[in-house]
C-alpha cells in the first residue's frame, strides 16, 4: 500500500461502558472465587480483569483537522479522519497528523540569478497534510522535507529568470520583479511536484524578499538610475522632434514666414535646445532682421 486508506473506528463511548462494565464484572468474578475459594473463578477473572485494563489504552480522540494513523506491529492498518472518541485495537500505535494549513516563512538566502547578479530572494508558503500515509511513511520528518525542498525549489526558480531586466518585458524577457505573478505560478508548480512525494498539497505559495545583495545594491541602483534617465530622455527627444516638425509644418501651411534652410537648421536647433534643456531657458530677443 503506496497511500492512505481511511477507515473507521469504533466508538469510544459505547466501548468506555462497556470495558467499565467489563472491568466490574470481572471484580465481582474475584471477590465472588475468593468467597466460595474457587481457584478457577478468580483466575478467570483476573484474566478478565488484565484484559479490560489493556483495553483501556485502546481510546483515542481525533480533533477537527486532525488524523490518526494506525500501526499495528509494523503494519499500517488505515488513517481516521472523522472527529471523535474513538476505540481500537489497544495494540494499535495511533499517530497523531496535522492536517491543518501551515505557514513556511523562508529564510533569505543569497542565490545567482540568470545573468549572474548576486540576489537575496525568500519565499511564503502555505501548504497542508492531504497524505498521511506518504507523509509518515515515504519521507523522514516531512516538516524538515518541506523546509529543505523549499529552499531547493527557490534557489532553481532564481537561477531561470533575470532579476530584473533594461528591455522592454516580453515573455521572453520575464523577471522575478516584474513577472511576480507568473513566477509564483511557476513556484507553486515546482513546490506541488516536490511535495507529491510526502503527500503534501501547496495552497500558496509566493515570494516575501527580493533584492540585489548588499556588495552589488548601490551599483545596480545607479545602473537602474542611469536607464530611468536615458528612457526619459528619449522621450524628451521624441516628443521635440515632433514638435519642431509641427512647428515648421504649420508655419509653412499659414505661410507666417519663409524660412531657408539654413534658417531652418538654426529654428529646429533653437527650439530643440529650449524643448530638451533640463533647465529653463532664458529667451533672447533679437530687435534686428533674420538677414544681414
Not at 31 to 58: C, K, T
Not at 164 to 172: I, K, N, Q, S
Not at 220 to 227: D, I, S, V
Amino acid at each position: 500500500m503506496t497511500r492512505e486508506h481511511v477507515r473507521t473506528a469504533g466508538n469510544g463511548f459505547l466501548m468506555l461502558f462497556l470495558n467499565l462494565a467489563a472491568i466490574g464484572l470481572s471484580i465481582f468474578l474475584v471477590v465472588s472465587g475468593a468467597r466460595a475459594a474457587s481457584p478457577p473463578l478468580i483466575i478467570g477473572g483476573l484474566l478478565f480483569l488484565i484484559a479490560s485494563v489493556i483495553s483501556l489504552a485502546g481510546y483515542f480522540i481525533v480533533n477537527p483537522n486532525e488524523a490518526r494513523v494506525l500501526l499495528l506491529f509494523g503494519q499500517y492498518k488505515g488513517t481516521v479522519k472523522a472527529n471523535g472518541f474513538f476505540w481500537t485495537n489497544p495494540f494499535m500505535v495511533k499517530k497523531r497528523v496535522s492536517l491543518r494549513a501551515r505557514n513556511l516563512n523562508g529564510e533569505k538566502i543569497k542565490v545567482n540569478d540568470k545573468t549572474g547578479n548576486p540576489i537575496q530572494i525568500a519565499a511564503v508558503v502555505v501548504w497542508q497534510v492531504e497524505d498521511t500515509y506518504r507523509a509518515s511513511f515515504d519521507v523522514e520528518h516531512f516538516e524538515s522535507y518541506v523546509v529543505i525542498q523549499s529552499e531547493a525549489a527557490v534557489r532553481h526558480l532564481a537561477g531561470i529568470y533575470p532579476y530584473d531586466t533594461f528591455e522592454d518585458g516580453a515573455e521572453e524577457h520575464m523577471t522575478l520583479r516584474a513577472g511576480a505573478e507568473h513566477v509564483s505560478e511557476e513556484l507553486e508548480r515546482e513546490l506541488s511536484e516536490r511535495f507529491s512525494r510526502a503527500g503534501i498539497r501547496v495552497i500558496e505559495a509566493r515570494l516575501s524578499h527580493l533584492a540585489y545583495a548588499p556588495e552589488i545594491a548601490e551599483a545596480m541602483l545607479r545602473r537602474q538610475q542611469a536607464t530611468a534617465v536615458v528612457a526619459a530622455r528619449f522621450q524628451i527627444v521624441h516628443g521635440a522632434v515632433s514638435m519642431v516638425e509641427m512647428a515648421l509644418q504649420k508655419l509653412a501651411e499659414k505661410k507666417v514666414v519663409t524660412l531657408d534652410e539654413e534658417r531652418k537648421a538654426a529654428m529646429v536647433s533653437n527650439l530643440l535646445v529650449v524643448l530638451c534643456s533640463e533647465h529653463s531657458a532664458s529667451p533672447v530677443v533679437n530687435a534686428g532682421t533674420l538677414y544681414p
